[in-house]
């Protein structure tokens, strides 16, 4: 089943396509993007949280900055958004409870834009790719943006890949090719005491960062198999996740995490494709073009 890595968690965490399966059971400090590390060095300081609300509440996402004033998304995390959307490119943005989130005074509304301006929110308008159908698979077109009201100033850019970038590799290279994979998603927690199998926790929202080996390119997407038990590779993509960039080895912006494969985050993972012809030429109609090559 393709399940979308956004959605919220009954009101502003993550979930499935519906609100459930992801546990809010206490737990010590553990890594997001299953399998990964929190980016304590602020290696990805381009890398943001998007969050805005929809008709069910909030929600939130992980972007990239790839202009001063636009952030690539996943198509699913712009879709419907009532009033502002929020971003920020701190590493670490909430402790247990979410103490430091920002909420709109009128949910219905969504947000104006000016909450959490002191905590280092932009805020900005959210455009999905008028080819998103609201469909997840290896034809989507899942890319979105959000167009801040002002540039960022403290943070450049991260460099998108041309066109056909994946396109140029072959089978075997990209079998054996680690992308990076960054995003505030949930994280897997430790087994619960007496036996059973860990479960999905989303109490700290922190930037984390995982590699994962390249499956398969199609027209559309970036397929990844996200084993954390691969010595090859150190994680994968969950929940929270979406909209999230992907790496190649030299750091151009190759896709952004559209979906998963399996309902524990702990398989294979398929990205939206950044470097086609369809998205950069949308892209391009804000101002924001490939990298050279």
């Known amino acids: 089943m393709l399940r979308p890595l956004r959605r919220r968690l009954c009101a502003w965490l993550t979930a ?32 943001g949280m998007v969050t805005a609300y929809d008709s069910s509440g909030q929600y939130r996402c992980s972007g990239v900055l790839v202009s001063p004033r636009v952030v690539l998304t996943a198509a699913h995390c712009t879709v419907a958004v009532v009033g502002k959307t929020l971003v920020n490119f701190h590493a670490l943005l909430a ?58 100033t403290t943070v450049s850019p991260a460099p998108l890949a041309p066109k056909d ?24 927690g430790p087994a619960p005491q007496g036996g ?13 960062h995982a590699t994962t080996k390249g499956s398969q390119v199609t027209s559309a997407t970036l ?5 954390p038990n691969d010595k090859t590779g150190t994680g994968t993509m969950c929940f929270g996740d979406s909209g999230g960039p992907v790496f190649s080895p030299g750091g151009l912006v190759v896709g952004v995490v559209s979906f998963g494969h399996t309902p524990d985050c702990r398989w294979s993972s ?8 369809t998205v950069l030429t949308w892209l391009a109609g804000f101002g924001v073009t490939p990298n050279a090559g």
């Open 196 to 208: 059973g199998k860990p479960t999905l926790q989303d109490t700290i929202i922190r930037r984390n």
């Open 270 to 277: 398929s990205a939206q494709r950044s470097d086609t012809s």
């Open 165 to 188: 970038y994946l396109r140029r590799m072959a089978q075997p290279v990209l079998a054996k090719t680690l992308f990076t994979v960054v995003g505030y998603g949930a994280y897997l």
């Open 95 to 152: 402790d247990q409870n979410f103490t430091t989130r920002p909420r709109a005074a009128n949910p219905s509304l969504g947000f104006s834009g000016a909450e959490g301006a002191a905590d280092g929110y932009h805020s900005g308008t959210a455009y999905s790719h008028p080819g998103f159908t609201g469909a997840l698979g290896d034809k989507s077109v899942d890319a979105g943006v959000v167009v801040l009201d002002q540039p960022v």
């Open 16 to 47: 499935l396509v519906a609100c459930g399966g992801l546990s809010l059971t206490a737990a010590p400090p553990a890594q997001a993007i299953i399998g990964g590390s929190p980016d304590t060095s602020d290696t990805y300081p381009y890398v």
């Open 223 to 227: 397929r990844m198999q996200g084993n």
